[in-house]
């Protein structure tokens, strides 16, 4: 088992953001095309 | 149910046993049986945490509440994914760097054995409850729809958890989680077809959408600033931040999944998995129980999903107050129903007018729907003395078991015992590491040899099992204690968070700056419960950890006594 990073991370962090604003985007779509 | 649903259900559970059975001759050493010697691949860690949160009250309880309130729930998601890339910043290397066995392994390096001790004890108690309680709750409900008695589906539940985790350690529990995973993910796909394949001709998807919306049912966002209402924007981003960073950095149960990871990146790697996909999945969860609505809005529904109590109803003495409510539900969900076509009908024809009167007439029918079957939970409630019934978790059992067809319903049934199943492994396999590490070995015996932890960390896994199984079989009659224990668990969650924010967020803070601030956390928690009772448990987090850190971090600068061992690097 390894305990140190291989890895430059900031980029995977970046693209948990977007993924999330995309989906509270399709959510905010939802509501405003269909609810009240 | 059918002969041959009872044969997928019992193959899948059989599957689950041997396969953990299996897994009993790699776990030789304490290592293998808790952290699989740190060799676990990130994918199927990742598919543990999420199926470790994902119990049988997700799948019942959650497909109840888009049924009842469509997706405001989702809102309690929405701090996950910043919490899972603070832990990965955080927590995860310091764990991963410590090599520990538990989190709480962690504060006695960083602190002291008092502080170690207080919170493994206090995950202990809150978490030995809960196990019971997150076996009681589909217990009860697959009872009802089984028509079996309590006890048995509760052993139904237990007894293959307690077997394959005593035997095949983290690794069964893994490996089980990620075959449950798939078969829960497979299960909500299946119930999504046939929910949309159930809409009756002339209603197609757009138009069950436009219903649906029209009773507010896909609203996800609710921006009011209050703390007395649960599912907010805000309560989810900051107070469910503050629950996922305990839960996840902090919580036995969960710490252990990342630990058997191979490597610090794979640690991280398994937690993102949670935070591109939790969402998701919930929705979908949610979106289920939205359709499953849409289903009864088409299809006739009973009054209560709950025959036993509606027998029960039916034999008292407001039998005649609760014949007349059936009376007046079939007439307004009748009237409910043509309204809904009436809106379908109305938008085909591009007709503005009436597509606005139908959804006047179907809010008015859905709202006085709504109100008669308030109160029906209300004559159960006086009926049976259940104060806590919530009829809407047995909606998406009645639907299982009276609109799928043959074998898929046992696929379902399957989904939801091992459901329960998987959480309830995971929380043994963590109660037995927690207290075979953090209290057997470490203050009670701790230099017998390897082989002497394994077998006591087994029969402390059976245990625990049988601790949950008497708390599970007797929670109903425990009604209020079962809840005093849920309240007593979120006075210490966000505190515990603190603790953990002071060790890792400033080189200042000592053991007992830690240890006062928690004990001052916990009461601050308290006092908020007792005295504004109104205020919702997600803002709990929030104050148990900034108070935690506020008072331990002011105390220790005036301790000179114990000064910091061991210094975040």
């Known amino acids: ?36 | 149910m059918h002969l041959l649903d009872w044969v997928v259900v019992g193959a899948y559970i059989a599957w689950l046993i041997w396969d953990g059975v299996k897994r009993t001759k790699l776990d030789r050493t304490t290592e293998s049986y808790f952290l699989a010697n740190r060799s676990m691949p990130w994918w199927a860690v990742g598919l543990s945490v999420m199926a470790t949160q994902l119990s049988a009250i997700t799948l019942v309880g959650t497909t109840g509440q888009g049924y009842n309130d469509g997706l405001r729930f989702v809102q309690f998601y929405y701090g996950l994914p910043i919490a899972m890339i603070i832990l990965c910043v955080t927590l995860v290397p310091f764990f991963y760097r410590a090599r520990v066995y538990t989190a709480y392994e962690y504060l006695e390096r960083r602190f002291d054995l008092k502080t170690r001790t207080f919170t493994s004890g206090l995950f202990l108690v809150s978490r030995a409850m809960s196990c019971g309680a997150i076996a009681a709750a589909p217990a009860v409900v697959l009872s009802v729809v089984l028509g079996w008695s309590v006890t048995l589906t509760t052993l139904l539940i237990l007894v293959p958890a307690v077997v394959y985790t005593m035997l095949g350690g983290v690794q069964a529990v893994t490996w089980t989680d990620v075959k449950t995973m798939g078969l829960t993910v497979f299960a909500l796909i299946i119930a999504m077809i046939f929910l949309v394949m159930g809409l009756p001709s002339g209603v197609g998807v757009d138009d069950a959408l436009t219903i649906a919306g029209g009773t507010g049912r896909l609203n996800a966002f609710d921006f009011d600033f209050t703390l007395t209402e649960t599912y907010t924007f805000w309560s989810g981003m900051l107070g469910g931040l503050f629950l996922m960073l305990s839960y996840f950095g902090c919580d036995q149960s969960q710490v252990q999944r990342y630990l058997t990871a191979k490597s610090v990146d794979d640690g991280r790697t398994s937690l993102l998995m949670s935070a591109f996909w939790k969402i998701p999945l919930q929705v979908l969860v949610l979106i289920v129980g939205v359709f499953t609505f849409l289903f009864y809005l088409f299809n006739q529904p009973p009054l209560l999903f709950n025959p036993v109590h509606e027998e029960r109803v039916r034999v008292s003495a407001v039998a005649p107050a609760y014949e007349e409510l059936q009376r007046e539900f079939q007439s307004v969900f009748t009237a409910r129903r043509q309204a809904a076509v009436d809106i379908a009908a109305a938008r085909h024809a591009g007709d503005v007018r009436e597509q606005a009167r139908a959804t006047d007439d179907f809010t008015r029918q859905d709202a006085a729907l709504r109100s008669i079957r308030t109160r029906a939970v209300g004559l159960v409630r006086q009926t049976t003395d259940d104060s806590s019934y919530n009829d809407v978790n047995y909606v998406f059992p009645t639907w299982i078991t009276t609109a799928l067809p043959i074998g898929i319903v046992g696929l379902w049934i399957a989904a939801i015992i091992t459901a329960a199943t998987d959480s309830i492994a995971a929380e043994l396999n963590s109660l037995s590491t927690a207290s075979v590490i953090d209290f057997y070995k470490r203050l009670i015996n701790p230099s017998a040899p390897d082989g002497h932890y394994l077998l006591v960390s087994r029969v402390a896994t059976a245990g625990w099992g049988i601790f949950a199984g008497v708390v599970a079989v007797y929670a109903s009659s425990l009604g209020p204690l079962i809840e005093v224990v849920n309240r007593f668990g979120s006075f210490f969650y966000g505190s515990i968070l603190g603790v953990f924010m002071l060790a890792i967020l400033t080189r200042r803070a000592t053991g007992t700056g830690a240890f006062v601030g928690l004990l001052a956390g916990m009461t601050s928690v308290a006092s908020v419960a007792i005295w504004r009772p109104d205020i919702s448990f997600l803002w709990h987090n929030v104050i148990g950890a900034v108070v935690v850190f506020t008072v331990g971090l002011s105390l220790s600068l005036f301790d000179r006594s114990s000064r910091v061992q061991e210094t975040p690097s």
Do not use: F, K, P
Request: aromatic content about 14%.
């Open chain 1, 1 to 36: 088992m390894s305990s140190d990073s291989t890895r430059n991370w900031s980029r995977t962090y970046a693209a948990v953001i977007v993924v999330e604003v995309l989906a509270l985007m399709c959510l905010w779509w939802l509501q405003s095309h269909y609810g009240t």
